[in-house]
C-alpha cells in the first residue's frame, strides 16, 4: 500500500507530508481548493507527465516522494530485482525532481532510473482513474485489453501477437520475391542481350589497367622505332662493319711483314675491338627493331579493345573494371528468373506455416476470451444490484471475424449495457447516462480490481453526477473494495466521504501576494464539520451536523462539534 506522501514545491503546495494506513481514505475540499493537485503529483511521482507549471511559483525545483509497503509475493519485487533497484528493505521509494524548465529526473529507492522504468514501476503499483478516465470505458478500442487483463490473458494475446509479426514477415518476404521476379521476368529480354554482348566481350577483372598500360608503352614503342631506323639509315645497312673488317685484314696483313712494329699491333688491336662492337652494336639494334616494331597493328588492336571495354562500362554505369563482377550479377539475375518458381516454394512454405500457427492462437485465444467474457459479465452484474443498476444489464460482446486478422487476433470486444428492462442493448457509451456511467465505472473497475496487482487504487470523483441513496452505494462499495486494496477516493458526495477509514481536507488560502494549498488529516470532530459542510454548504447547521453524525454512524461527541482539535500534517507555509 501506498504509506507516505512527500511533496515540496509543488504547484500551489510548499509542503506536504501525508501518512496513509490500509482501506478507504477520502480527500475532500472546495471546489478548486486543489484536490486534483494531490493526484498530480502523486502521478509525477509514478512516472506521470511533467509540464513546466509543476514547481511553485518562485522555487527552483519540485520533489514529489511516494512510499509504498507490499507483499513479499508482489510481481513488482521481481521487476525491482531485474534491473538492481531493490533497496535493503521492504519499502519501495519513488521519487521524481522536477525543474522550472520542465526537466525532470527519476528516481526508485534512491537510484536514478529513466522515466519509463520510473513509470513501469508505478504502474504495478498504483492505478489512478481521473474524473474522465470513464473515456477509456466508452472506447471499444480499450475493452478487448480490459477483457484480456479480467482473464489473465496478456501472455497468449502476446503470443498471437508473435505469431502475426512472423506471419506478417513471412508474408513480406513472399511478395517481395514476387515483386522482384516479376521484374525480373520484365528484364529478362534485355539482360540476355546484355550477357551476350558480355559473354562476347568477356572482360576480366583488371584487362582495362593492363591495356592502358600497354597502350602507353605502344604509343612510346613508334617514336622509338623511328629512331631505330635513322640508325640503321646512319650505318648504311652494314657498311661500317664491312669497312672495319677490310681495314682490320690490312693492318694484320702489314703486322705480319713488321712483327717488331708495335704500333701495327696496336692499330690492329683496336680495329679488332671497334669491329666487335660493332657486330654486337648492330645486333643489339636488330633486336630492339624487333621488339618495338614486330606488330605495327597492335597499338589499333589495343586502343579497340580498351574503348571498347570503356564504353560498355559507361552504358551500364559500371567502372570497367567491374564488368565481370556485373556479368555475374546478370548471370544471377537470369538463373533466378528460371529458378523462381523454386525458390517461391520454400517461401510460400514458410508464410502458409506461419498464418497456421497464428490461426491455432487466435482461435485459442477467441474461445478463452468468449470464456472469460460470461466470467466479467457475471462479475459486472454482481455489482450492479449495490450500486442501485439491479435492472440493468451488462454483456461483454465478442465477435470473432477471422477474414480480418490482426496482432490482437480475431476478436474485437465492445461493452453493452441496458438499464430499463425490455430496451435493447447498445454500447454504452450511447446508452449510459452521466451518473450511470460512473457507476458502470466503479463496477466494471471493482470487477477488474480482483484480477489486478495494483496495491493502490485513486478514484477521483467516481461520485460524479450521483447522489442520496446512489451515492451511498458508491461508498459502500467502493470501502469493500477497499478491504483488498488500499482506495483513495477523491470526492463531493458526503456519504462516501462518510464511509472512509481516513479522512483528508483540501484548502485554497489566499494572501495578497500569495496562494497556497493545505492538506489536513481530519479526526473525528472535523470529519464531523467537513461532512456537514458538504451536506449544507458555506453555513453548517446543527441539522447538517446531527446528519453528518449520522452518516459517520454517530460515534463523534456532540460537544467536539465547536472545538477544532486538528492535526495538521501538510500546511502552507
Partial sequence: MLTALNIRDFILIDRAQLTLTHGLAALTGETGAGKSILLDALGLAVGGRAGRSGVRQGASQGVVAATFEVDSDHPVWRLLDENGLAGEDDQIILRRVQNVDGRSRGFVNDQPVSISMLRTVGEALLEIHGQHDGRGFLSASAHRGMLDEFGGLQKQAAKVATHWRAWRDAQSALEDRRRE????????????????????????PGEETALAERRAVLMAAEKVSEQ???TVAALDDGRVEHN????????????????????????????????????????ALDRAISEFGADPDE?????????TLRGEARKHGVAPDMLSAFRTKISKALDDVEAGTAAFADLERAAASAKSEFAVTATALSKARMKAAKRLDAAVAKELAPLRLGKAHFETQVICDADSPTSDGYDRAEFMVTTNPGAPAGPLKTIASGGELSRFVLAMKAALAAKENRTVIIFDEVDAGVGGAVADAVGERLARLARDAQVLVVTHSPQVAARAQSHWRIEKSQTKNRTTTSVTLLDADDR????????????????????????????????????PARKRLANAR
Avoid: I, W
Fill in 181 to 204: 521476379q516479376a521484374a525480373a521476368a520484365r528484364e529478362a529480354e534485355y539482360l540476355r542481350h546484355v550477357f551476350d554482348v558480355l559473354q562476347k566481350l568477356d572482360p576480366q
Fill in 228 to 230: 631505330l631506323r635513322a
Fill in 244 to 283: 672495319l673488317s677490310t681495314g682490320l685484314g690490312h693492318v694484320e696483313r702489314a703486322a705480319a711483314l713488321l712483327p717488331e712494329a708495335q704500333s701495327l699491333k696496336k692499330a690492329a688491336s683496336h680495329f679488332a675491338a671497334a669491329l666487335s662492337e660493332a657486330v654486337e652494336g648492330c645486333a
Fill in 299 to 307: 597499338v589499333d588492336r589495343t586502343e579497340e579493345r580498351l574503348f
Fill in 528 to 563: 464531523v464539520e467537513e461532512v456537514a459542510r458538504m451536506l449544507s454548504g458555506a453555513k453548517v447547521t446543527k441539522e447538517a451536523r446531527a446528519a453528518a453524525r449520522q452518516l459517520l454512524g454517530g460515534t463523534v461527541r456532540k460537544s467536539t462539534a465547536n472545538k
